[in-house]
């Protein structure tokens, strides 16, 4: 069984930067892709951000390319989300997220494991 905790999350001012991060236990986390999530109340899971094994490849959904970068560090088996110049529109709870097939999903039923989410709040 893979445990995923995040943390980082926190009240930010539009403009701002944060950081996530996702600490896996259990298992070794290089053996997973991992990604990120959002949620806002009402409103299911959004894809944020995925990396690959290796930390080779990552993807992003559309409205955070440029801003947020997605790494990986696997001796540490922590991944991390680099959100800049953050918007209200990029507030909710964060999840990370694990898979163990090697496949760069945005859809959350690909993953396997999850961690409890951390909260983002942007407002000015």
């Known amino acids: 069984q893979l445990q995923l905790v995040e943390s980082g999350g926190g009240l930010v001012q539009p403009g701002d930067s944060l950081r996530l991060s996702c600490v896996a236990s259990g298992r070794t986390a290089s053996s997973y892709v991992m990604g990120w999530f959002r949620q806002v109340l009402g409103k299911e899971r959004a894809f944020v951000a995925v990396i690959s094994w290796s930390g080779g490849r990552s993807y992003y959904a559309d409205s955070v390319k440029g801003r947020f970068t997605l790494s990986r560090d696997n001796v540490k088996n922590t991944v991390y989300l680099q959100m800049n110049s953050l918007k209200p529109e990029d507030a909710g709870v964060y999840y990370c997220?694990?898979?163990?097939?090697?496949?760069?999903?945005?859809?959350?039923?690909?993953?396997?494991?999850w961690g409890q989410g951390t909260q983002v709040t942007v407002s000015s």
């Open positions: 997220a694990a898979g163990v097939r090697n496949l760069l999903s945005s859809r959350a039923d690909d993953y396997d494991y």
